[in-house]
Nanobody, 126 residues
Framework: QVQLVESGGGLVQTGGSLRPSCVAS????????MGWFRQVPGKERALVAA????????VYADSVKGRFTISRDNAKNTVYLEMNSLKPEDTAVYYC???????????????????WGQGTQVTVSS
């Protein structure tokens, strides 16, 4: 069983930065593609960014390109989401997710990811 624990959310003003992280309790973290998703009340969970397991290829939602950066440290079983130039519309619960089955393919679909963290709240004030 894989457990994912996010931390590093919080309250920040428009234009500020946050760097949530997600630690995975698994022996073979490098085998998992990792993603960050976000969700606001009344809307479906949506991809923010994802990173492949070995080559560290990345994909981003159009709304965060140039502002957010996903990275991973396989030695620390950790994935990060560097968020800069934050906007009020970035306010959401951010979830970390892990995908073992897709190999080097990076999925943007939440249903593909087998394991999820509990989420961390990010609030951007105007």
């Amino acid at each position: 069983q894989v457990q994912l624990v996010e931390s590093g959310g919080g309250l920040v003003q428009t234009g500020g930065s946050l760097r949530p992280s997600c630690v995975a309790s698994v022996r073979t973290f490098a085998n998992y593609a990792m993603g960050w998703f976000r969700q606001v009340p009344g809307k479906e969970r949506a991809l923010v960014a994802a990173i492949s397991r070995i080559s560290a290829r990345t994909v981003y939602a159009d709304s965060v390109k140039g502002r957010f950066t996903i990275s991973r440290d396989n030695a620390k079983n950790t994935v990060y989401l560097e968020m800069n130039s934050l906007k009020p519309e970035d306010t959401a619960v951010y979830y970390c997710a892990a995908d073992l089955r897709s190999g080097e393919y990076i999925s943007t679909r939440p249903a593909v990811y087998e394991y999820w963290g509990q989420g961390t709240q990010v609030t951007v004030s105007s």
